[in-house]
């Protein structure tokens, strides 16, 4: 994927730097991990520093040092987060600012206007979200206003000039509703020419996976090839690779960072808590294998365990081996691809991840979908459920 600021491969995984940095990390230290693509919250940056200080400093780049790609999400996704503040419209979503209770109204046409300013690589539709949870008219009319709300932004996009430097991506709405997401993906394909990529949205909330898991694969079949495919809000190793076998090529998620400063390392054979006791007298690296300055430099269990949550150094050091993890997730899923072994990395890579707690039903459903049975030759079981790792070795 070819952006303003270099080069990103896909599949890729993207940070989030909400406020304009990763928790803990500068903006050399990212870069320094390989990683080419971070998030930044438009919201948020709208509100503080706000557009004047960004303006002076000649973007978000700029602003925070950064080198490489940028997207911006819309603000969609605060309608949801911060809804006891928010008012819906049709003209826009109109906010009671959480700092200082001042009455703001976002519309699609300022959304697209801050992310100008911003300077994002990739800037979001503003898009009507609701939870993932909701059930009833409201996800209709959602979706609906999503659609809308896309013709006002493709077209401000269209009188603004940036369209050389900055890429509009689209958001597919509807809920879990399969019915919805046909009529919302049909639309935006008459769209198609107005926008750069296509995001999934709505999900991630807490539905089901085996539910879930069907919606990516619906939007999946239906978005061109030719475009990138984001699926917002995904962070589980386990989930990020059933989605690039569906066929997303971008994804988001503040888990690697936040469940660093919980004090849980990920690794190939499952995360791993390191304020367990067990962890105390362990001299050994985090993995012997990872390349990240965590590892590398032999910063050892046995420290970690001991600083974990009290020191922030300890925190510094597992968000770095985090980034790295994810980094390495997808770089081995692209080899992959590239090699024509993908079934095989997805084979090995759950067996080691899982070990003997057993495979999610659902990841076996969603990647025999696809062709790729994980049981064969093999004598691993499935584990019934969500199958989120959190019982942490």
């Known amino acids: ?70 997207l911006t999400d819309s603000g969609g996704f605060q309608l949801v987060s911060l809804s006891k503040f928010t008012t819906i419209t049709e003209e826009g979503a109109l906010f009671e600012s959480p700092f200082t209770g001042e009455p703001t109204m976002l519309t699609p046409e300022e959304s697209i206007s801050i992310q100008h300013t ?18 009833g008219p409201r996800v209709a009319e959602a979706m609906e206003r999503s659609v809308r709300w896309l ?36 639309e935006m394909m008459k769209r198609k020419e107005g926008v750069a990529g296509f995001a999934i949205g709505g999900l991630s909330g807490g539905e089901e996976k ?23 809000g995904i962070g589980f190793a386990e989930d990020l690779l059933v989605c690039v076998a569906l066929g997303v090529d971008m994804a988001d998620c503040v888990f690697p960072t936040r469940t660093a400063r919980f004090g849980v390392a990920l690794t190939h054979g499952g ?19 990872c390349p990240c300055p965590t590892c590398r430099d032999g910063t050892s269990r046995a420290v970690l365990h001991h600083t974990v949550t009290h020191e922030t150094a300890a925190a510094h050091a597992l968000t770095l081996h985090n980034i790295t ?27 080691e991840y899982f070990s003997d707690a057993g495979y999610p039903e659902w990841c076996v459903n969603a990647l025999r979908s696809v062709g790729v049975d994980l049981l064969e030759n093999s004598n691993a079981k499935v584990a019934p459920g969500q199958g989120a790792k959190w019982d942490y070795a």
Request: glycine fraction near 6%; include cysteine; proline fraction near 5%.
């Open 1 to 70: 994927m070819k952006l303003a600021h270099g080069v990103t491969m896909l599949p890729t995984f993207m940070p989030v730097a909400t406020q304009a940095a990763i928790k803990g990390l500068t903006s050399e230290q990212v870069e320094s991990l390989g990683v080419s693509l971070i998030l930044n919250n438009t919201y948020h940056l709208n509100l503080r520093p706000g557009l004047q200080v960004l303006t002076a400093a000649g973007g978000a780049h700029k602003f925070q040092g950064w080198n490489r790609n940028l």
């Open 118 to 135: 911003i300077g994002a690589d990739i800037i979001m539709q503003l898009d009507d979200v609701v939870s993932s949870l909701t059930v």
């Open 151 to 186: 013709d006002r932004c493709i077209a401000h996009h269209d009188r603004s000039g940036k369209k050389d430097k900055q890429n509009l991506f689209a958001i597919v709405q509807g809920g879990l509703d399969p019915e919805l997401r046909d009529r919302c993906l049909d």
């Open 210 to 232: 085996d539910v879930f898991w069907r919606v990516i694969k619906q939007c999946t079949g239906k978005l061109p090839e030719d475009r990138p495919r984001y699926s917002m």
């Open 271 to 289: 995360p791993l808590n390191l304020r367990l006791s067990k962890h105390a007298k362990d001299l050994r690296p985090i993995d012997d294998s």
């Open 325 to 351: 993890f994810q980094a390495q997730v997808m770089a081995r899923a692209r080899a992959a691809i590239l090699n024509g072994t993908f079934p095989d990395y997805l084979r090995s890579f759950f067996a």
